[in-house]
């Protein structure tokens, strides 16, 4: 009887084990089993390079070239923001902070690290839209900048806590042993724990970026939300994350601009994919290169 | 030898702390130019502790005090105007595991002194050469200086960072267990290699085999539990102790 | 010299990053905390919008939120830990553990909103199961699998292997030395990796603006298929749907600083009760 409950619980644990697998699978299946008929209106080349997003029009045009340029706009300016201010931060944790202010300062940021999107998005609304617009002399402050800079400062902990990480990792022999012979703490820094860490802070801003691109909420409300080609950073962008979100509600079931917006998910889902893929590469080099010494 | 050597370190009534805990006290201890000084006793009893204060490594240890003063030629090298980088560039260290960057093995033995300064190409691969030929490595990687130094093997690995301590020009080298991890081939070539290197630099070495202590020095302090129990030329530790306990310690009764 | 100028600029750098980083957090939280506060009161916690939005409070979308939290833990605690055992108990072979591995990180790098089309297509559609608590529960708790899973196979491996082996030279099973020793060993570990999840699904908007989530009800959701209010949605709704924005964006702020109390309360004890079980841990 007990061997019988030992295999019963062996094999569920089977089955739980695959359970994250089970569901990539199904989320993968399902996307682009739902993405499918528009690349049968919509050649999958003309919907990737297609300048021109009028889904309800008729005929309708499903060109998502200006929402993947939104994105990447978008995420652009917030990697400018969060990368230096995240690994300067980190920096300034590990080198820096004693350790009272270390021990203040590492909760603080993980705990903020936890403030919801929509938040941020709130904020990027009632406060810093408003100040662009009066900055710039905008007709709208909801804009590329504005989302950029709130996705920018959402993106901040995450950041500063994956180098952290990856800072903490560098084996401290190898600064001290920096330090004896005669190098100051800046070159030490410089010269051997940050090529040390480097492929796992490539890492974090990678996943930095990958994160961006999937952010919904945050451009949702403040990107502005025009469906055109690009030009600057003071203009309303619709990102593709903010196009499926605010049209899912409105797209009938089944329809062409249905399909459409799991088409957007499709393209989504493998951009972040290669990201993640990415930093998993990269990282796996950082284990790699200082895998001997761990 | 014989003919009193000069005193090129020396320690005065130092104690040291972590945090409240008292780990080293009162130690006074001369260490002779052209001389190896082995560091002897028990896991434990501090002597690691104390070889890095002579290069001011524990200056890292977030809530630790000195006690006492270190002389270095004559100079208390704890007085705030002293340039830490300037006292570890004159005083360098091997540490207990081999620590090469993961860089090649060039830019590892050229570090100290490409942080100095140099950057003459040429002026680096002599230094480096030179370094090496020192350590008696030079034979063996000569053809792949430019490979990443964690494929060497460790005793390579630990000769490497030797050669990387002397591209700096030091006066005094500090081993800290230096053939803890490696095995008895390696650990003797370590060993010749310590002993060629007397002639140039003034050595301390720290170690928990007594043989090689007995092997390599020409003094011996023998410390516990944080105290100076006994210092003095190897031979005279060994053979004839004056006290009890080293005596105990070195026929194997405790450690 | 020169190290040491290029020393001083660089910390210098860092230190500003620091300040730049804390006055921008800063400033978010206080401007919430100061304009939300004034609209905070018993009434608002206890009490229902009214006037199309533009009065009373969100007692239901709090009520809500808690609902789509509980569901979603009843999703991804069974299946997380079940998982952690499977990969820390289990030892299975080598590409299997590391096809497992690969799917957890690149679950937990899936965007929010593809999560909430999953949700629609397989659960609101295919299983006709509407728009519901139960679609959006379903939905959270695939999305917080992954940090759930991680944060189990921490505390599974925090617990010493040599009890595992004692355990099984006494002549325990396998599964009675998961269930007398490794379990009740990492029980508070996986607690916290549940309470972390919880701060986590709280805040999510964007998975269940198609699966559970609905601007106004009257009332309380009284089953599992009925649809809900939540407080990040209800966030969203008060700034972009109504009719009378000025009068919502006061709302908007109080509803912003309770779903941040909520949210950076549960984080803080989570956060809290890992830092002492490292500690316990000897890390």
Redesign the interface.
């Given at each position: 009887m007990?061997r019988y409950?030992?295999i019963f619980?062996?094999w569920?644990?089977?089955?739980?084990?695959?359970?994250?697998?089970a569901?990539?699978?199904?989320?993968t299946l399902?996307?682009f089993k739902?993405a499918l008929p528009i690349f049968k209106h919509t050649p999958f080349w003309a919907f990737i390079s297609g300048q021109f997003w009028y889904p309800t029009y008729e005929p309708p045009d499903f060109g998502i070239l200006p929402l993947i340029l939104a994105s990447f706009l978008v995420t652009l300016g917030a990697v400018v923001v969060a990368a230096?201010?995240?690994?300067?931060?980190a920096?300034?944790?590990t080198?820096?902070a004693?350790?009272r202010q270390r021990a203040f300062?590492k909760?603080l940021?993980?705990?903020?690290a936890?403030?919801?999107?929509?938040?941020?998005?709130?904020?990027g609304?009632?406060?810093l839209a408003p100040f662009f617009q009066k900055a710039f002399q905008l007709p709208t402050g909801l804009c590329a900048l504005t989302a950029s800079l709130t996705l920018g400062?959402m993106s901040?902990?995450f950041i500063?806590s994956l180098v952290e990480d990856a800072l903490s990792v560098v084996?401290r022999?190898?600064?001290?042993?920096?330090?004896?012979?005669?190098?100051?703490?800046?070159?030490t820094?410089?010269?051997?724990v940050i090529?040390?860490a480097g492929s796992g802070i490539s890492t974090a801003v990678i996943?930095g970026i990958?994160?961006s691109?999937?952010?919904?909420?945050t451009v949702?409300?403040v990107a502005g939300g025009a469906a055109v080609i690009p030009k600057s950073f003071l203009q309303p962008v619709r990102p593709m994350?903010a196009t499926?979100?605010a049209e899912?509600?409105e797209a009938p079931?089944g329809s062409a601009h249905y399909h459409a917006?799991?088409g957007i998910?499709a393209v989504?889902?493998v951009l972040?994919?290669i990201?993640?893929?990415l930093a998993?590469a990269v990282c796996q080099r950082f284990r790699q290169?200082?895998g001997?010494?761990l | 030898m014989e003919n009193k050597p000069s005193v090129r370190l020396q320690t005065i009534q130092v104690s040291f702390f972590y945090g409240e805990k008292k780990v080293l006290h009162n130690i006074s201890l001369d260490i002779y130019q052209n001389s190896v000084t082995a560091i002897i006793g028990p896991s434990g009893c501090g002597k690691s502790t104390f070889i890095r204060l002579l290069n001011r490594m524990n200056d890292l240890i977030p809530g630790s005090r000195l006690q006492g003063t270190i002389m270095l030629d004559g100079q208390d090298i704890y007085q705030p105007q002293v340039n830490v980088v300037e006292l570890r560039r004159k005083v360098g260290m091997v540490f207990q595991k081999p620590n090469p960057f993961p860089k090649s093995i060039f830019e590892n033995v050229a570090y100290g002194p490409v942080v100095k300064g140099t950057r003459d190409r040429l002026l680096l691969q002599n230094i480096v050469e030179q370094s090496l030929r020192k350590s008696a490595l030079w034979e063996e990687v000569k053809d792949r200086l430019y490979e990443n130094a964690l494929t060497l093997s460790g005793g390579q690995q630990q000769r490497l960072c030797i050669a990387r301590c002397l591209a700096v020009e030091p006066e005094v080298i500090l081993f800290d267990e230096p053939c803890a991890s490696l095995d008895p081939i390696a650990t003797q070539r370590i060993e010749e290699l310590i002993t060629e290197l007397k002639k140039e630099y003034t050595i301390v070495i720290v170690t928990h085999n007594m043989q090689q202590a007995a092997r390599v020095s020409d003094y011996t302090a023998f410390f516990w539990l944080g105290e100076l129990v006994e210092f003095g030329r190897t031979e005279k530790i060994f053979t004839v102790p004056e006290n009890k306990r080293t005596e105990e310690y070195l026929a194997g009764k405790f450690g | 010299m020169r190290p040491e100028i290029s020393q001083k600029i660089g910390f210098s750098l860092f230190k500003l990053s620091l300040f730049i980083t804390l006055f921008f957090l800063g400033t978010i939280l206080w401007f919430i905390a100061i304009r939300g506060y004034r609209v905070i009161s018993w009434e608002f916690l206890t009490t229902g919008p009214r006037e199309a939005m533009t009065e009373g409070g969100v007692a239901p979308a709090i009520i809500g939120t808690f609902y789509l939290v509980l569901g979603s833990l009843i999703i991804s605690g069974p299946l997380g830990v079940g998982c952690a055992i499977y990969l820390c108990e289990y030892n299975p072979p080598g590409p299997i553990a590391n096809i497992i591995k690969a799917s957890i990180n690149n679950l937990a790098g899936v965007p929010s909103v593809v999560f909430g089309l999953f949700g629609l297509g397989v659960f609101v559609k295919f299983f006709k199961f509407g728009v519901s608590l139960l679609s959006g529960s379903l939905t959270l708790g695939i999305l917080s699998l992954p940090l759930v899973i991680s944060s189990c196979q921490e505390a599974l491996l925090a617990v010493p292997h040599s009890w595992r082996e004692a355990s099984l030279a006494l002549g325990a099973s396998r599964l009675e030395t998961i269930k007398r020793v490794v379990l009740p060993a990492a029980f508070p570990g996986i607690l916290t990796g549940f309470i972390l999840s919880v701060g986590r699904v709280a805040g999510e908007t964007a998975p269940i603006m198609f699966t559970a989530a609905t601007f106004y009800m009257r009332g309380y959701p009284n089953s599992i298929f009925s649809e809900v209010m939540a407080l990040p949605y209800h966030l969203y709704a008060l700034m972009t749907e109504g009719i009378y924005p000025e009068k919502q964006v006061p709302i908007a702020y109080g509803c912003a600083l309770v779903l941040l109390i909520v949210v950076l309360s549960i984080s803080t004890v989570a956060i809290i009760l890992r830092h002492r079980y490292r500690i316990a841990h000897g890390e």
């Open positions: 007990n409950k030992e619980f062996h569920l644990f089977v089955v739980l084990g695959f359970s994250a697998l569901f990539l699978l199904a989320i399902l996307i739902e230096p201010l995240g690994i300067g931060t920096l300034y944790l080198e820096l004693g350790r300062l909760p940021l993980e705990i903020l936890g403030v919801p999107s929509v938040v941020y998005g709130f904020f609304m009632v406060v400062i901040i902990p500063c084996p022999m190898f600064r001290e042993a920096s330090l004896a012979l005669g190098a100051n703490h800046w070159q820094l410089t010269r051997v090529p040390a996943l990958s994160r691109i999937g952010e919904t909420m949702l409300m994350t499926i979100a899912m509600a079931f917006l799991f998910a989504l889902f972040t994919l990201f993640n893929v998993e290169k200082l001997s010494k | - | -």
